[in-house]
């Protein structure tokens, strides 16, 4: 069964650009949720999608926003690139939500991630 | 979210038993204890998760304390490829995961 697959790998952007990053999970996974990485920050919570609609949301300005499609397919979109933008974004799927016990609701995959280059 | 509390390091020896330790006092009764690790370069593998119970899987153990304010990862017979960043995260019921900052352990042959 392939993994979760993410692309571009690596991105370089200039500041005010947009960028558009895309999550393709695990076959029959519906949930997708995307994290930023950063040396100082450390795994940062963005947002979860499940059935094309966002389920949570972490602490992050409005310029970063995702949606998910039919297919449970993911995009993430940054607009107005800043500095501080440049991380690794990892985006992860499972195959439900829920609050079941069970591994088959709480483990996550990840993907190897989007190094994004903010210049 | 209820905070974790972690080593920045630990050392083991190859083919020994490593206890990682995790504080987390302000845990809420339907917060679930679970562990991550990320190897270099590579996004986040989950590890194991537990409630209430110490549990086992194949990757570790994880024991939890009567009063769920610690839990103790444990891994049996360390190898080089142990070698990570290991995360205890707090999960309530939306599934927002909260990393902290991990406990970077070092595996030496």
């Known amino acids: 069964k392939a993994g979760v697959t993410q692309t571009p790998r690596y991105l370089i952007k200039t500041r005010g650009q947009q960028v558009t990053l895309s999550c393709s999970p695990i076959?029959?996974?519906?949930?997708v949720s995307w994290y930023q990485q950063t040396p100082g920050q450390g795994l940062q919570f963005l947002f979860e999608?499940?059935?094309?609609?966002?389920?949570n949301k972490g602490n992050f300005p409005g310029r970063f926003s995702g949606r998910q499609f039919s297919n449970s397919r993911s995009e993430m979109n940054v607009s107005t690139l800043e500095l501080g933008d440049s991380a690794l974004y990892l985006c992860?799927?499972?195959?439900?939500?829920?609050?079941?016990?069970?591994?088959?609701?709480?483990?996550?995959?990840f993907g190897p991630g989007t190094r994004l280059t903010v210049l | 979210d209820a905070k974790t509390t972690q080593p920045n390091s630990m050392e083991s020896n190859e083919e020994e038993p490593v206890h990682l330790p995790c504080n987390h006092s302000?845990?809420?009764?339907?917060?679930?204890i679970h562990w991550y690790r990320q190897l270099p370069s590579q996004g986040p593998e989950y590890v194991i998760h537990?409630?209430?119970s110490n549990v086992n899987n194949r990757m570790a153990s994880l024991a939890i304390a009567e009063d769920r304010k610690s839990s103790t990862l444990i891994l049996h017979r360390a190898t080089l490829r142990d070698a990570a960043v290991y995360y205890c995260?707090?999960?309530?019921?939306?599934?927002?995961?909260?990393f902290g900052k991990g406990t970077l352990l070092t595996v030496n042959p």
């Open positions: 992860a799927s499972r195959l439900a939500t829920g609050t079941s016990y069970g591994r088959l609701y709480n483990e996550q995959f």
């Open positions: 076959s029959g996974h519906r949930s």
């Open positions: 999608y499940f059935s094309e609609t966002q389920r």
């Open positions: 302000t845990i809420s009764g339907t917060d679930y």
């Open positions: 537990g409630l209430t």
């Open positions: 995260i707090l999960k309530g019921s939306n599934y927002k995961l909260t």
